[in-house]
């Protein structure tokens, strides 16, 4: 079986942001002690610099640029698909108890606040990346909360 969203055309963001969703955060997808849920920074800069070593010629100076908006990005959209099915009594992802979407959702969000907590930190290791591998690009700024 394959799941379609993972192999269609689309945004590179996408693929990058879900990838460090699952890759960065330091606790399970349905962790329920949020207090656990955190970005990985070292995991980050990690998979960044191998990503980026592999795609920055295929990759525009807009979406080097852009790419670290897809860190809060893709929690945020899942956290949202997570507590919509929660609301909808569960018709789209599986669920191990009744609850179990809410508490998906709610680590969702937890990783997005721990992202945009730690923007500069983030940002400082993303540009690091790109100067290891020679690449330059202006300085942005995730979204503020």
């Not at 949202?80 to 669920?95: C, G, H, K, Q, S």
């Not at 721990?114 to 700024?141: F, M, P, V």
Request: hydrophobic share 40%.
């Amino acid at each position: 079986m394959v799941d379609y969203d993972t192999v269609m055309p689309g945004l590179i963001h996408h693929d990058y942001g879900d990838a460090l969703r699952i890759i960065a955060n330091t606790a399970k997808e349905d962790e329920k002690d949020l207090a656990k849920v955190s970005f990985d920074l070292s995991r980050f800069t990690a998979f960044t610099g191998g990503f980026l070593s592999q795609a920055k010629h295929s990759l525009t100076d807009v979406e080097l640029q852009t790419l670290p908006l897809a860190l809060p990005l893709m929690p945020f959209m899942l956290g949202i698909r997570f507590l919509t099915d929660y609301l909808e009594d569960n018709p789209y992802f599986a669920v191990d108890y009744h609850n179990h979407n809410q508490v998906r959702a709610r680590a969702q969000f937890a990783l997005v606040v721990d992202i945009l907590k730690n923007e500069a930190k983030i940002q400082t290791h993303y540009h690091d990346c790109l100067k290891g591998l020679s690449l330059k690009i202006n300085r942005t700024r995730l979204p503020q909360s």
